[in-house]
């Protein structure tokens, strides 16, 4: 059975070139970047292109790219330290960030006392920046905006330019989950005043288990794991330097290669918009995922049927797609996101799905996913008609 991949949300296939640069880091680099022989320094060198290629093309200093295990633990590491080390007494985030975040508050909530305040988003998704405003006005605690960039189930894209001044103008820190838009968009630190954000290469065709938090110079931050000096001591432990020349090699492909990637795989987004328009009567899209301001990776269907089954049968079609986050999917609850964004008549009666694109994706791929659609409605329509004459 050929195998259909629309999870691209969750996590990318890897590059060959990347495989092949770290199969070649596996077989020869294996010194300790701390070590200072040559074997060791040669692993140091690995790292320091890797850190300076990114920080090129977000145009920052290397210095203010900390290399950790993934996205989570850079969220982690930056909210944490940021209420550890900084002063942080309150946290402005919202109900659609991803589970990293918002659990990562919760528990500053309970075991700091930090004072949490959620914005409130539209029925689409999109938050009235007005609202941010008046929260931050509202008391003089020193202040953390959490705010992601795009939305890793709906695609809302957030003008975090705009946040990132607001904050400045009102004397809070602002970090934003960048984990869905690192290596897709162009992102200008250099003018985007954001104090912290993440990235995660397994999400850009690079290998799990590696990942960066961006840190600002003067920020003060500091890290969670304590130890060696590693990472400027803001990340102790031995470096996973396979892991992360991984990262770089995906970083340095998809940083010469977006606008061909994006052009691609607008053309599939377009394409499978237009067939599911075309082929499954009373489709809808949700959040703002099918308009041209969202994240093009990201589709997120409503089916106008409830079937709680249908990840399950198009898996069974070979057709991988996602019902929830990536964390979520396989429970039978709905993500807070998608709760935020559906009405209760949607939640009740017609069934979400999630389906993601990478520059791999085919217009076969999203014909065979489109006609498997086809084929559970035609059945589940048969067998609801059927159980209601038994
Ligand atoms: N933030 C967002 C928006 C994500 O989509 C994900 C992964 O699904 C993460 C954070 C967590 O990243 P990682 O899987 O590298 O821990």
Known sequence: MERIYLDNAATTPLDDEVIDCMVNILKFNYGNPSSTHSLGQEAKTILEEARRKIADSLRVTPGEIVFTSCGTESNNMIIKSAVNYLGVERIITSALEHKCVAETCLEMKKLKGVELVYLRP???????????????????????????????????ILDIERVAHICKENNALFHSDTVQTMAHLDLDFSKIPVDFASCSAHKFHGPKGAGFAFVRKSSGLKGIITGGPQERSLRAGTENVTG????????????????????????????????LKEKIPGIKFNGRSADNSSLYTVLNILIPYKNPLIGLQLDMKGIAISQGSACSSGASKPSMVLMSVLSEDDLDNATPVRVSFSHFTKRSDIDAFVSALQEIGESFVIEKADSVHR
Do not use: P
């Open 122 to 156: 539209d029925s689409s998704g999109d938050f009235d920046l007005d609202q941010l405003e008046k929260a931050l006005k509202s008391s003089d605690k020193k202040t953390l905006v959490t705010l992601m960039h795009a939305n890793n189930e709906i695609g809302n």
């Open 244 to 275: 992360i020349a991984g990262l770089g090699k995906a970083w340095e492909i998809s940083q010469d290669k977006m606008e061909d990637y994006k052009n691609h795989i607008l053309g599939i987004k377009h394409y499978a918009i237009q067939q």
